[in-house]
C-alpha cells in the first residue's frame, strides 16, 4: 500500500512520523490522533516498503507494529537500526518481558502494548522525539584523555567513530557504549555504569541487555581487525577497554 502523507504543511517545521501498522482501525486512530497534535504522518502496512520509505525520507520518528504481515516488526527494526537511528516505538499484543527485552536490544526506544490510548501513544511520541532532539551522546572529542597512540577517533558532532581508520556502523547506544570506553581507556565500568551513560532510561532496560551490544560491538570491531579484542571483559563486575596498543 502506497503511504498515505498528510497535505503539505505550513511554513514552520513539523516532525514527520512513519506509523507502520496493517490494523486498519488502529492506524486510522494513530494517525488521526498525531495529526490532531501537528505531526506530519506516513503510513504503510508493510515492513519492506517501511524500510525503503526510512532509508528515503527524514522521520522525526517510527512507531512500528511488531505483528506485520510481511515481515517480523523486530526484523524491520533491526534493518533500520543498519542505516538510521531514528527513534522508534514498538506496538504490540505481546506483553511478556521476553518481548520488550528483545525490543529494546535491538535499538527500540520505546514500547506500548495493545490496546493502549492514542492520548497515551501522542504522549510517548511527544517524549521520545523531545528526548532524541536534546540527546548528546558522552562527551568525548576525538581521543582526548585516553592513550595518544589509540586506534579510535570519535567525531561527536557527526556520531561517528573509527577505529583504525575505518567508519563504523554503530547503533545509537553501541556508539554511546564504546564511546564511554574510549573516552577511558583501562577504567572498569561496571553493566550498571555503562547503562546510565548510554540509555536515556536505564531503569527501562536490563544489565544483560548491555551484554549484547558489547557481543555486537565485538563483532564489528573485528571485521576491521581480526587479531584484536580491545575490549576486556571483568568477570562480575563489566567491562574496559585495552590501554595498551
Same mark, same amino acid.
Given at each position: 500500500?502506497?503511504?498515505?502523507?498528510?497535505?503539505?504543511?505550513?511554513?514552520?517545521?513539523?516532525?514527520?512520523?512513519?506509523?507502520?501498522? /496493517?490494523?486498519?482501525?488502529? !492506524?486510522?486512530?494513530?494517525?488521526?490522533?498525531?495529526?490532531?497534535?501537528?505531526?506530519?504522518?506516513?503510513?504503510?502496512?508493510?515492513?519492506? &516498503?517501511?524500510? &525503503?520509505?526510512?532509508?528515503?525520507? @527524514?522521520?522525526?520518528? *517510527?512507531?512500528? /507494529?511488531? =505483528?506485520?504481515? /510481511?515481515?517480523? @516488526?523486530?526484523?524491520?527494526?533491526?534493518?533500520?537500526?543498519?542505516?538510521?537511528?531514528?527513534?522508534?516505538?514498538?506496538?504490540?499484543? #505481546?506483553?511478556?518481558?521476553?518481548?520488550?527485552?528483545?525490543?529494546?536490544?535491538?535499538?527500540?526506544?520505546?514500547?506500548?502494548?495493545?490496546?493502549?490510548?492514542? #492520548?497515551?501513544?501522542?504522549?510517548?511520541?511527544?517524549?521520545?522525539? !523531545? !528526548?532524541?532532539?536534546?540527546?548528546?551522546? *558522552?562527551?568525548?572529542? @576525538?581521543? +582526548?584523555?585516553?592513550?595518544? /597512540?589509540?586506534?579510535?577517533?570519535?567525531?561527536?558532532?557527526?556520531?561517528?567513530?573509527?577505529?583504525?581508520?575505518?567508519?563504523?556502523?554503530?547503533? #545509537?547506544? $553501541?556508539?554511546?557504549?564504546?564511546?564511554?570506553?574510549?573516552?577511558?581507556? @583501562?577504567?572498569?565500568?561496571?553493566?550498571?555504569?555503562?547503562?546510565?551513560?548510554?540509555?536515556? &532510561?536505564? $531503569?527501562?532496560?536490563? +544489565? !544483560?541487555? *548491555?551484554?549484547? %551490544?558489547?557481543?555486537?560491538?565485538?563483532?564489528?570491531?573485528?571485521? *576491521?581487525?581480526?587479531?584484536?579484542?580491545?575490549?576486556?571483559? %571483568?568477570? =562480575?563486575?563489566?567491562?574496559?577497554?585495552? $590501554?595498551?596498543?
Amino acid at each position: 500500500m502506497n503511504p498515505k502523507c498528510m497535505p503539505e504543511a505550513s511554513a514552520k517545521q513539523v516532525s514527520r512520523i512513519l506509523v507502520v501498522e /496493517d490494523e486498519p482501525s488502529i !492506524r486510522d486512530s494513530i494517525v488521526y490522533a498525531l495529526e490532531s497534535e501537528g505531526y506530519a504522518v506516513d503510513w504503510t502496512a508493510s515492513g519492506v &516498503e517501511a524500510l &525503503e520509505l526510512a532509508e528515503a525520507d @527524514g522521520y522525526a520518528l *517510527v512507531v512500528l /507494529d511488531v =505483528g506485520l504481515p /510481511d515481515r517480523n @516488526g523486530f526484523d524491520v527494526c533491526r534493518d533500520l537500526r543498519g542505516f538510521s537511528q531514528v527513534p522508534v516505538i514498538f506496538l504490540t499484543a #505481546r506483553a511478556s518481558e521476553i518481548d520488550r527485552v528483545v525490543g529494546l536490544e535491538i535499538g527500540a526506544d520505546d514500547y506500548v502494548t495493545k490496546p493502549f490510548s492514542p #492520548r497515551e501513544l501522542t504522549a510517548r511520541v511527544r517524549a521520545n522525539i !523531545r !528526548r532524541a532532539q536534546l540527546s548528546v551522546p *558522552v562527551a568525548v572529542s @576525538g581521543t +582526548e584523555g585516553g592513550a595518544t /597512540d589509540s586506534p579510535f577517533v570519535i567525531d561527536v558532532d557527526r556520531w561517528e567513530l573509527r577505529y583504525f581508520g575505518e567508519v563504523l556502523s554503530l547503533a #545509537r547506544y $553501541e556508539f554511546r557504549l564504546l564511546a564511554a570506553l574510549v573516552e577511558k581507556p @583501562g577504567r572498569v565500568y561496571t553493566r550498571a555504569q555503562l547503562m546510565d551513560v548510554a540509555w536515556e &532510561e536505564p $531503569e527501562a532496560s536490563m +544489565e !544483560r541487555t *548491555v551484554d549484547t %551490544h558489547i557481543k555486537s560491538l565485538r563483532a564489528k570491531l573485528k571485521q *576491521v581487525r581480526p587479531e584484536f579484542d580491545p575490549i576486556r571483559t %571483568h568477570r =562480575g563486575i563489566g567491562y574496559s577497554l585495552k $590501554e595498551d596498543w
